[in-house]
């Protein structure tokens, strides 16, 4: 029970943590940070991640050890003796324990479902299993709050009590869990609390070392998924104006959002025609029969050559809505013409 409450503990620090990440991404970019504030959120949940590992793992791992160590027996196993209905408990070890796992597991259990509809959702959104979304999505904070209800859940059934009933005398059901505050007391040997304490621990602390790990990688700077890179890059292949793609370099700098960079090598004759149906081949002839001094083929070439350049720009903006309408959560693109 002690490590359920330091398990209950973590998990309203951890919140209090991520919800302080959540409200300070959401800043808007300023001159000392362009890209805005988006790593705020992985700074903050891997603090906490650290803080789960520490505090709530090993709190819990040294007390379970300690009681390993030095057993003494559990006190306190007969605070409350209560009827529901009329359902009486047999054994007087009725405890109100039993009643605090119980109710916390309907509260965990209901969050875990909603954590889960919430990964769910976001992982169809990327196009991604649950299980890939957990190991290489881009927020942190939903796959946080899974984790630690599904370790929640685990951990309550880590401590489920042992309870038998009886109605009028006949004895209905009896329920042996393999919770180790039940084995405790069906056993009366305080080795499987010693146990269970470690078991929590345990859970706390791989939930910590995968959102570490987790948030670990989005600080360094992590690249958006594979898939989306390959999405763009279709796309840029099969523009006519593109003739190749180099050196494309991907960043996380948000939950959503992120950063695209490639240099592009441009098709120039597909560039040129596009210029000319824009103002007219006939137009150029006629300035080129104007043509007769060296000054006025200068001036000539200055006015469409600045035209063509002023084309590719059009045409890098073109493609530059193209990725972004691809991958929404690029909200950056640098594209430098080869």
């Not at 190991?135 to 939903?142: I, Q, T």
């Not at 489920?160 to 009896?174: A, D, N, Q, V």
Request: charged share 20%; glycine share 10%.
């Amino acid at each position: 029970m002690l490590s359920e409450g330091i398990h209950s503990l973590a998990d309203a620090a951890n919140q209090l943590l991520l919800a302080i990440g959540i409200s300070r991404s959401l800043r808007a970019p300023d001159d000392a940070h362009p890209y805005g504030y988006g790593g705020e959120r992985y700074a903050w949940a891997l603090i906490s991640g650290v803080g789960i590992f520490f505090v709530g793992c090993g709190v819990s791992v040294y007390h379970g050890i300690m009681g390993l160590m030095h057993p003494h027996q559990l006190d306190h196993l007969e605070w409350v003796s209560f009827r529901v209905t009329s359902l009486t408990p047999i054994s007087s070890n009725a405890t109100q324990a039993f009643g605090l796992i119980a109710f916390s597991g309907l509260i965990e259990g209901g969050s875990l479902a909603i954590a889960y509809c919430q990964v769910k959702q976001n992982a169809a959104n990327f196009g991604f299993t649950i299980r890939r979304y957990i190991k290489e999505g881009s927020d942190p904070n939903d796959v946080a709050v899974l984790l630690e209800d599904a370790a929640a859940v685990f951990g309550l059934g880590i401590a489920m009590s042992t309870r038998e009933y009886e109605k009028r005398g006949k004895k209905l059901f009896s329920h042996y869990s393999l919770g180790c505050l039940g084995l405790t007391l069906y056993f009366n040997d305080p080795t499987y609390d010693a146990i269970g304490s470690v078991a929590v621990g345990g859970l706390l602390g791989i939930c910590a070392i995968i959102l570490v790990h987790r948030n670990k990688d989005a600080l360094i700077g992590r690249a958006i998924p594979k898939q989306r890179v390959k999405e763009i890059v279709r796309a840029l292949s099969k523009d006519p104006v593109v003739k190749s793609t180099h050196d494309i370099k991907t960043l996380l700098t948000g939950v959503n959002s992120a950063r695209f960079k490639a240099e592009i090598s441009f098709e120039g004759q597909i560039v040129t025609e596009r210029y000319l149906e824009r103002i007219s081949i006939n137009t150029v002839l006629l300035e080129i029969k104007k043509v007769e001094t060296p000054e006025q083929c200068r001036q000539f070439m200055l006015k469409h050559g600045a035209g063509i350049v002023d084309a590719v720009g059009k045409e890098v903006d073109r493609i530059e809505q193209t990725i972004q309408r691809i991958a929404p959560e690029v909200r950056h693109v640098d594209l430098e013409v080869l």
